[in-house]
Nanobody
Framework: QVQLVESGGGLVQAGGSLRLSCAAS????????MGWYRQAPGKQRELVAG???????NYRNSVKGRFTISRDNAKNTVYLQMNSLKPEDTAVYYC?????????????WGQGTQVTVSS
């Protein structure tokens, strides 16, 4: 069994910063890609940023230059540093991790953490 635990959400004023963390725990697995998604009320879940096990990153256009995704493979943890936050960044943020067990790969999701940016 793999568990993902997220932390770091909260309320911040526009222009402020937050750092999200997501740690994977369990036994007998390796991690491939990791990423962060978000879902605002009434909207579909969307990819915010992703990082491969080789460290290659990708971002949605609206967060480029403001958000930075990183990972610590020794800790099985992915981070999202969010700077210059805007009210439109308000959403529930979910981490996503692709777990490999032998030849099988599965998606796991964190429980979600609320990020609210006030204007």
């Amino acid at each position: 069994q793999v568990q993902l635990v997220e932390s770091g959400g909260g309320l911040v004023q526009a222009g402020g910063s937050l750092r999200l963390s997501c740690a994977a725990s369990g036994r007998g697995f390796s991690i491939n890609a990791m990423g962060w998604y978000r879902q605002a009320p009434g909207k579909q879940r969307e990819l915010v940023a992703g990082i491969t096990n080789g460290g290659m990153t990708n971002y949605r256009n609206s967060v480029k230059g403001r958000f930075t995704i990183s990972r610590d493979n020794a800790k099985n943890t992915v981070y999202l540093q969010m700077n210059s936050l805007k009210p439109e960044d308000t959403a529930v943020y979910y981490c996503n991790v692709v777990i490999e067990r032998g030849a099988l790969a599965s998606d796991y999701w964190g429980q979600g953490t609320q990020v609210t940016v006030s204007s």
